[in-house]
C-alpha cells in the first residue's frame, strides 16, 4: 500500500463535510493484470435529479522543491488513472486534489 500524502486526512474530511460517502480509501483497481491505488473514491446522492455522482480523488502534496517535477509526476499519474476509470469505472469523474497554494501558483 503506497504512502499516504499529507492532505489525505484533509481531503477525506472536507469531502464527508459536504456530504460525501467515501466508498473506497484507497480506490483499488486492475487493468490487464496492472493494479493501481487511487487515494479516495466518494458518491454523492443529488436528491434534485435523482442521481448520484461517482468521483475519484488522487491526493498530491506537491512538497518538492521542483514544482514542476511534482506536477510532472501528477499529471502523469492522473492521466494513467483517468485512462483506467474509463476502462473500469466510466461513470466515474477523477479530480486531483493539491493545497490550495500550488493549485493557485501552477494551476491558475
Known sequence: MAAKDLFHDAVKQALLKDDWIITADPLKIKIEGVKLEIDLAADKVIAAQ??????????????????????????????????????????????LGVPVDTFESLFQ
Open 50 to 95: 435523482k442521481a448520484e455522482r461517482k468521483i475519484a480523488v488522487e491526493i498530491k502534496s506537491f512538497l518538492n522543491t521542483s514544482a514542476i517535477t511534482d506536477f510532472n509526476g501528477a499529471l502523469d499519474q492522473f492521466l494513467n488513472y483517468r485512462l483506467a476509470l474509463q476502462m473500469s469505472e466510466s461513470d466515474r469523474i477523477l479530480y
